[in-house]
């Protein structure tokens, strides 16, 4: 009884608290993953901040995971910042307005904000609510790989390849 209970009460706590991990690249290689101390050489790209929430994004913890992303995006200021929505399950309609006001607020500021690896029920819910076409289609990308060879392509001229690492 006691390991089911706490079983449950740390379901409940990752299910209100969803991971949001910023995403480097292992470098030389086509391989993305969070950043951590493991891994100090992973490169990030200037301007370019992506985002890998994890999940099912809904009214429990879309407060929480949208106060994880402000707090990255003022912590290192991105021009562009990339949610990789591949470990994302499902998104409902607040998870879904938060993004719509997230991309609002980002135009405000001067940002982009572009999705990426959205699986076809979370990318269905997208067009329904119609994120994709406020976002447009370049800035609904296959996965976090395509987005940082269109932000590459995008920005080339202002910046080198390797940013903040």
């Known amino acids: 009884m006691v390991a089911i209970l706490a079983s449950l009460l740390g379901l409940a706590s990752q299910t209100a608290q969803p991971r949001v991990y910023v995403i480097g690249r ?7 993953r969070p950043l951590s101390e493991r891994h100090p050489d992973d490169e ?7 985002l890998r929430p994890e999940g099912r994004l809904f009214f429990i913890n879309v407060q929480h995971v949208a106060a994880r992303i402000r707090q990255l995006i ?6 562009v910042v990339v949610l990789d929505m591949s470990r994302v399950t499902d998104v409902e309609y607040s998870a879904l307005m938060m993004l719509v ?29 119609g994120l994709a076409r406020q976002l447009g289609e370049t800035r609904l990308l296959f996965n976090a790989r395509a987005a940082i060879r269109q932000y590459q392509q995008q920005w080339s001229g202002e910046q080198g390849e390797q940013g903040e690492r």
Do not use: M, S
Request: hydrophobic share 35%; charged share 25%; net charge negative.
């Open 44 to 50: 990030t790209f200037t301007g370019l901040l992506i």
């Open 26 to 32: 292992k470098p030389g290689e086509d391989v993305l």
């Open 101 to 129: 006001e997230g991309d609002q607020h980002a135009r405000l500021k001067g940002g982009e904000l572009w999705l990426a690896g959205l699986n076809p029920e979370v990318l269905e819910n997208v067009r329904r609510c």
């Open 74 to 79: 003022a912590q290192h200021q991105p021009r």
